[in-house]
């Protein structure tokens, strides 16, 4: 019997199951965490078909997996603010603390983070996992594993909306109505945006979105990036236009008519990652006087925040899981999930056998 | 054994406040790496603050409290003499200003602030990322002026400080002088130093500030918050700062001084506390709320002010040898911090001399 099955990408294509040493706590803050539910992302999926993303190359076998929950089952001799038994949400990236980007408070952008799942860091979809006390963070019993495994994309979607600097009142255009743009959408309506559109190419998507969080809806079409502003401008009465633009699509269109769709002085985030280089409407961005910035995973304070949403019902993630798979059906779930079927799709923790 | 015999055999002299007003030498063990991103630095030159100072007197400072012997001393500069080896920007050899703060790896330490040991010892272990190179045109003097010189760094960076402001500080003491020098080279138009000594004032005068004001105490029978919004009008009068000034940095931390400094900021202009005195002060409160200022603390130094404080020195924007007014060998430790302890105006920075 298998003391810590793990689900491994071998090389691109090809994934496999092997059974991997149980992970030692490598110091005395750390815990081990038994991994209940972890959901799949565009990157897990990217990883899986093409073996790299950027200069992260895969070079050798890696454990899948990075949106994870759990349950602990083991604590260092110096932890002090979780104990075994406690369920948690697990935060997969884990920064060094010592370069200058650490101690600015900006630890998504430290200079050796290592992150599961992203080569050569081994991932969560294991039987157990083991990372500090400080980023696990308590579930309350209203909250259910499940839903802790969609923080990590939730805290993604804080992240975007707080470089966004959404404040109540203000009207808020989403591109891609996936999880991470649905999952913006629902934070952009707590942090009291007004107007909250989504836009994606796909109806059934635009639908969820409009019961969920969004309060206009706009399908995308093949037009110019300013008649496309327009449009949505006029659909959802944006006036002079939109305070903040949201990119969670990565797509060259979107882009652009996001820059479009900006009254003057609005704010661009970048949140989608798709063709690394793309054509780029400059010159609106100048003359508007636009706030344009990027968005990385997440940092200082997120994941909290995506808890402490979720725990008092101002966001809700229940209804953007749409599947489940055993863990023996990981690649079932890959599969799923790379052909865009419903929104979020967990693989449960791997099951004692009986 | 001759006394030079005697010394040979010492590992790591340190200068040790045993319990209030009780220092003493002792020999301690060379400290050892406590994993591999720590270095060994050799200290060199340690200038007093106003805290060692105060935990020799008193024995606390707000929830620090002195419970068992710590080695005091904490604005240091040395020679690394061992790296870990994991240490990869710092060699043997280098000639470092020490960062004394170091947080949650896992504990915050803050040497010479209880229970932590300081600096005032041959050999001080700290985190390879808390050391900052000295050029070699800067001296082991100068590079122990620049943790104040960091601290004068924060305040500035609090008060967010641009050219083209005014700014009036209240204090001409090392920290009221640095943050004047920083305030100009960050391109302040106009900084006024206030203090009630003389010579105080006239350093100012030569060293950071672009004028001085000789604040006065309340006679007897006047009001003293009203004193203080007299003494502010003065203030605004004589150096033409209209509604108020941008920025007023209060260094002092006496009473009738934070009033002034709340008269004296224009409205919605910055206030910053850095000063520490009384715990409690009357403070005119609805002056604050009527004129919107934003009032801020400040306390020691945050990422990136060590690099800035070295650059300022390096640079000679700041001359921190002018700032240092005695200096001591480690022998004399206890003399050095009698002089601090006794406030004459003609000191500024007292310095102690590392172990040889």
Request: overall charge neutral.
């Amino acid at each position: 019997m298998a003391i810590n099955l793990s689900f491994i990408l071998e090389k691109a294509g090809s994934v496999k199951y092997e059974d991997r040493p149980v992970p030692k706590l490598e110091s005395p803050y750390d815990v081990l965490v038994n991994v209940r539910f972890t959901g799949i992302c565009g990157s897990d999926v990217h990883y899986w078909q093409h073996g790299s993303i950027g200069s992260f190359v895969l070079k050798a076998p890696m454990v899948l997996g990075h949106e994870s929950s759990g349950v602990i089952t083991a604590v260092g001799d110096k932890v002090s603010t979780v104990k075994v038994g406690d369920r948690v949400a697990m935060e997969p990236g884990i920064p060094c603390r010592r370069c200058v980007r650490c101690k600015e408070g900006k630890y998504n952008l430290c200079v050796d983070m290592r992150f599961a799942a992203t080569p050569p860091i081994d991932g969560t979809l294991a039987k157990y996992y083991s990372l500090p006390e400080d980023f696990c963070y308590k579930l309350p019993e209203s909250v259910s594993l499940e839903e802790g495994a969609v923080m990590e994309p939730l805290a993604v979607g804080v992240h975007i909306t707080r470089q966004a600097d959404v404040k109540p009142g203000q009207s808020v255009v989403v591109f891609g109505a996936g999880p991470v743009g649905l999952l913006c959408c629902a934070v952009a309506k707590a942090y009291g945006a007004d107007k909250i559109v989504a836009v994606d190419i796909n109806e059934e998507r635009l639908k969820f979105a409009k019961q969920y969080a969004a309060t206009h809806t706009v399908v995308s079409q093949r037009e110019s990036a300013t008649d496309s502003a327009a449009r949505i401008t006029k659909d959802a009465d944006l006036g002079l236009g939109a305070d903040v633009a949201i990119d969670a699509s990565g797509a060259e269109p979107c882009i652009q008519a996001g820059i479009q769709v900006l009254r003057t002085g609005g704010t661009y985030v970048q949140g989608g990652m798709g063709k690394s280089d793309i054509t780029f409407p400059i010159g609106a961005m100048g003359a508007k006087e636009l706030n344009v910035k990027g968005s990385f995973r997440y940092n200082s304070g997120d994941y909290a925040t995506a808890v402490a949403l979720v725990t008092s019902g101002r966001v809700s993630v229940k209804e953007l899981i749409t599947g489940k798979f055993k863990f023996k059906d990981a690649e079932s779930a890959f599969n799923d999930t790379k052909a865009a079927k419903g929104i979020k799709i967990l693989i449960e923790g791997v099951e004692d056998e009986a | 054994m001759s006394d030079q015999e005697q010394d040979k055999l010492k590992q790591n002299p340190s200068f040790v406040l045993r319990a209030i007003k009780d220092v003493a030498f002792e020999d301690r063990p060379v400290p050892k790496l406590r994993d591999d991103h720590d270095v060994r630095v050799h200290i060199a030159q340690t200038g007093i603050c106003g805290s060692d100072v105060h935990y020799w007197q008193k024995g606390r400072i707000g929830d620090f409290i002195l419970e068992s012997p710590i080695v005091l001393g904490h604005e240091s500069a040395g020679t690394v003499v061992e790296v870990g080896s994991a240490v990869k920007y710092v060699k043997v050899g280098d000639r470092v200003a020490v960062e004394p703060g170091v947080p949650c790896r896992p504990d915050t330490i803050f040497a010479a602030t209880p229970p932590w040991d300081g600096t005032l010892s041959k050999y001080y272990i700290v985190a390879a990322d808390y050391t900052y190179r000295l050029p070699d045109h800067v001296s082991m003097e100068q590079g122990a002026l620049v943790e104040p010189v960091a601290v004068a760094v924060q305040i500035t960076k609090v008060a967010n400080i641009r050219a083209g402001q005014t700014v009036v500080v209240f204090g001409c003491g090392p920290i009221g002088a640095l943050c004047q020098a920083v305030a100009k080279a960050y391109g302040a138009t106009k900084v006024i130093g206030v203090d009630v000594v003389q010579s105080r004032l006239d350093f100012a005068k030569s060293f950071g500030a672009d004028g001085v004001f000789m604040s006065s105490r309340a006679e007897a029978g006047v009001d003293a918050v009203e004193h203080s919004e007299n003494v502010a009008a003065l203030i605004a009068k004589k150096f033409n700062l209209g509604d108020g000034a941008d920025v007023v940095l209060e260094c002092s931390g006496a009473e009738p001084c934070i009033q002034a400094g709340v008269f004296v900021t224009k409205k919605g202009g910055t206030y910053v506390q850095a000063g520490m005195g009384k715990e409690n002060v009357l403070f005119p409160i609805t002056t604050a709320c009527i004129r919107a200022l934003n009032i801020k603390g400040s306390i020691r130094y945050t990422t990136g002010c060590y690099p800035a404080a070295v650059d300022l020195v390096a640079s000679g924007k700041i001359d921190v040898n002018r700032l240092i007014t005695n200096r001591f060998k480690f022998e004399q430790a206890e003399e050095a911090f009698e002089l601090v302890k006794a406030g004459r105006s003609d000191v500024l920075k007292v310095i102690i001399e590392g172990v040889q």
